[in-house]
């Protein structure tokens, strides 16, 4: 990587986009490939073999989220999940109403879902979120009309970190008899998720946000909750997901799920401390910095920053030159100029909001490399700040 020609260390401050998968993850997928190849759906002693290790992956995850293993449906992702959630209900359920809830803050894989079913004659209310990127449990019980038959609210936000009060609106839509899903693709691993205490009645997880593998994930389904499969063929993952099952990447995304749910007390402190530290850096050396996000209810591992007067676009690529990796409002968003969905629903000026910074820590990250990016930052602020057309 040459293009980190100023980097005295390497640092990835994005594991909200992606994670590395984690030695003891690779080990428990390497046999899958190629010595036990076998597809689970066969009778022979191959098939079984892959069957035995999906299973096992199944109780893994069930247990890291208070699920019962049949309630782990395998998909291809976090999105595929959102998807098959979403879409599934909206089908299953079309003729007993038309109404859906979900809100302005939701991952693309959700709210895109839901523009789409809009498109298709459904009607959607996207409900606001505060300064904080905090939604009020009031205003979806104000939503829900006699037609309402799903309600989609995230867990912990990808961008700002603000983690929902999601027990709350699953014993709304507990009340009302409405099917309540929830992603918690950033929270699993970070903070406890249990499905009984959140309420809920779909979840969405995925694999490489853990340290497990790209290209699989899961929605968990709770009993007899009705849902229409997206992609139809065979009878895999008790027909609501037909397809081979990726042997491999489940195996890695039981066993991360399994890691992740035995080291989150004692990472999540650690991970906490060092955001703090990187929090608090910024805001006390930079001046005119704000904070994104809910000051106590956030994830563990998520910092993001307005810098204003400068583009975090500017500031995210003289980061990478020094050999540091963070993002601006979310992954799929950076590269566009316009400011983040998110943001924008927070109600922060467009002028803050173009200069917002997202750092995710992770595993690999050290008080060391915070240090670096405190050391690194000012001068950059400073130089962009400098040049800027806004002046200060
Ligand atoms: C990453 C992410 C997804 C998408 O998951 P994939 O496995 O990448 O498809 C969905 N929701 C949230 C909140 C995410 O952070």
Not at 92 to 111: P, R
Request: charged share 20%; aromatic share 4%.
């Amino acid at each position: 990587m040459n293009t980190h020609s100023n980097a005295r260390r390497l640092v990835y401050l994005d594991h909200s986009a992606t994670t590395p998968v984690r030695a003891e993850v690779l080990a428990a997928m390497l046999p899958y490939f190629a010595d036990k190849f076998g597809n689970p759906s066969s009778i022979h002693s191959w098939g079984r073999e892959a069957r035995v290790a999906v299973d096992a992956a199944r109780e893994q995850i069930a247990s890291a989220i208070g699920a019962n293993p049949q309630e782990i449906i395998f998909t291809s992702g976090g999105t595929e999940a959102d998807n098959l959630a979403i879409r599934g209900v909206a089908q299953s359920l079309k003729d007993k109403g038309n109404h859906l809830i979900t809100s302005q803050i939701e991952h693309h894989a959700v709210l895109n879902t839901f523009q789409d079913l809009a498109k298709q004659g459904f009607k959607v209310t996207y409900v606001p979120c505060d300064e904080y990127g905090m939604i009020d449990p009031d205003d979806v019980r104000k939503a829900i009309t006699d037609e309402t038959i799903l309600i989609s609210i995230m867990h912990g936000q990808n961008e700002v970190g603000t983690i929902q009060p999601v027990e709350e609106i699953g014993k709304i839509a507990r009340e009302r008899n409405i099917i309540f899903h929830s992603d918690a693709v950033q929270s699993l691993g970070k903070i406890p998720v249990n499905v009984d205490a959140m309420g809920v009645d779909l979840l969405t997880i995925s694999s490489h946000k853990i340290y497990g593998p790209k290209g699989v994930g899961a929605l968990y389904v709770r009993k007899g909750t009705k849902i229409k499969p997206q992609v139809t063929g065979g009878i895999h993952e008790r027909r609501l997901r037909a397809g081979t099952e990726n042997v491999p990447g489940i195996v890695g995304f039981g066993e991360a799920c399994r890691l992740a749910q035995q080291e989150m007390p004692e990472e999540s402190k650690r991970l906490r401390e060092l955001r703090d530290r990187l929090i608090n850096g910024i805001l006390n050396t930079i001046p005119d910095t704000v904070l994104n996000g809910h000051p106590e209810k956030r994830l563990p591992h998520n910092a993001n920053i307005s810098v204003k007067y400068v583009e975090g676009e500017a500031i995210l690529l003289n980061l990478d030159l020094f050999g540091i990796g963070a993002s601006s409002g979310s992954a799929c968003t950076s590269g566009s100029l316009e400011p983040s969905h998110v943001l924008l629903a927070m109600k922060i000026p467009h002028e803050t909001a173009h200069g917002s910074l997202r750092m995710t820590l992770g595993r690999s990250n050290t008080k060391e490399d915070i240090d670096y990016v405190l050391e690194v930052l000012p001068p950059i602020v400073e130089k962009l700040r400098a040049m800027s057309v806004f002046g200060n």
